[in-house]
């Protein structure tokens, strides 16, 4: 179950007036979270001179390439 979907199932629960407390439920999913093993996320710049990028697209031809779509228009390969 993905983290929308146990906060939305522990709403659902607090809603219906299960037997379940809600303040307990929230406690639990606020447990779980923390308890699960995060990714480590590593940020490095790898291009500058963008002009209001929008999208970043890969090529599917195994070469590696990248499409970045600026807002004005122009379409820069990596």
Same mark, same amino acid.
């Given at each position: 179950?993905?983290?929308?979907?146990?906060?939305?199932?522990?709403?659902?629960?607090?809603?219906?007036?299960?037997?379940?407390?809600?303040?307990?439920?929230?406690?639990?999913?606020?447990?779980?979270?923390?308890?699960?093993?995060?990714?480590?996320?590593?940020?490095?710049?790898?291009? +500058?001179?963008?002009?209001?990028?929008?999208?970043?697209?890969?090529?599917?031809? +195994?070469?590696?390439?990248?499409?970045?779509?600026?807002?004005?228009?122009?379409?820069?390969?990596?």
């Amino acid at each position: 179950m993905g983290l929308g979907a146990m906060a939305v199932a522990i709403v659902i629960l607090g809603l219906l007036g299960s037997r379940c407390d809600v303040s307990s439920a929230l406690k639990a999913g606020q447990n779980a979270l923390t308890s699960m093993d995060w990714p480590s996320v590593v940020l490095a710049h790898q291009v +500058g001179g963008l002009d209001m990028p929008l999208q970043v697209t890969c090529a599917l031809d +195994g070469s590696g390439r990248l499409f970045i779509v600026e807002q004005r228009g122009r379409i820069r390969i990596l």
